[in-house]
């Protein structure tokens, strides 16, 4: 069955410091998400992404945040000079129209900022 | 503001029998409604998701929604000890021809064997 897969599984980085998390949507699928869930909390809102371009964000999603999809297949977020705060699961679901509204998440990437 | 209101729980079952969660939201607007269940660590994983108003049956999963009270709720019968999870409700707007769903904390359950 299709999933949605994200890389890496865990990342850890200094205070400052840019990452990159990485996602492969499920391949039919046009819709694209993030979520980070920071520990004990509840599941937020970042970003979706439609037609190559961003359909709606939340206040969470601010300039140093980024996301691109770079071929057919990527879907990666940014995170330009990362703080503590920014320690999260962040997760990346995928939809398909045509299917209604139902999101397929991913793995989701623990990143740890130190 | 916009949300999703859960009791975070613990709720404690004994195993077999119907476990009730409950979900409220704010925004009249939401049109369709999701249960993710979510294992400690783990991503959420869909459980069911429904648009109208009344019952929606899946397996051992009843969801019922009441649009008029913006309640939602999960019912799992017989439960089992591998049901323990956080259930996370959810709500979907669209806006523009766009989705956003906002999920509340998610409650809890705890299925004593």
């Known amino acids: 069955e299709p999933e949605v897969t994200q890389t890496p599984s865990h990342q850890v980085t200094q205070m400052g410091q840019e990452v990159i998390l990485r996602c492969v949507p499920i391949s039919n699928h046009l819709y694209f998400y993030w979520y980070r869930q920071i520990l004990g909390q509840k599941v937020e809102f970042l970003v979706s992404f439609y037609n190559n371009e961003i359909s709606e964000k939340s206040e969470i999603f601010d300039d140093q945040f980024s996301v691109e999809r770079p071929d057919g297949s990527n879907f990666t977020l940014k995170i330009r000079s990362t703080k503590l705060e920014d320690s999260a699961m962040y997760f990346c679901?995928?939809?398909?129209?045509?299917?209604?509204?139902?999101?397929?998440f991913g793995p989701g990437t623990r990143l740890t900022v130190l | 503001q916009k949300e999703v209101e859960q009791n975070s729980g613990p709720l404690s079952v004994p195993e077999g029998a119907i476990a009730s969660l409950n979900c409220t939201y704010s925004d009249r607007g939401s049109q369709s409604f999701f249960w993710y269940r979510q294992y400690s660590g783990k991503s959420p994983e869909l459980i069911m998701f429904?648009?109208?108003?009344g019952d929606k049956e899946d397996g051992r999963f009843t969801a019922q929604l009441n649009k008029a009270s913006q309640y939602v709720s999960l019912l799992i019968r017989d439960s089992q000890p591998s049901d323990s999870a956080t259930y996370l409700c959810a709500v979907n707007l669209y806006s523009g021809g766009y989705q956003k769903v906002t999920f509340g904390i998610g409650t809890k359950l705890q299925v004593i064997p």
């Open positions: 679901a995928s939809r398909k129209r045509r299917e209604g509204d139902t999101q397929y």
């Open positions: 429904i648009y109208s108003n």
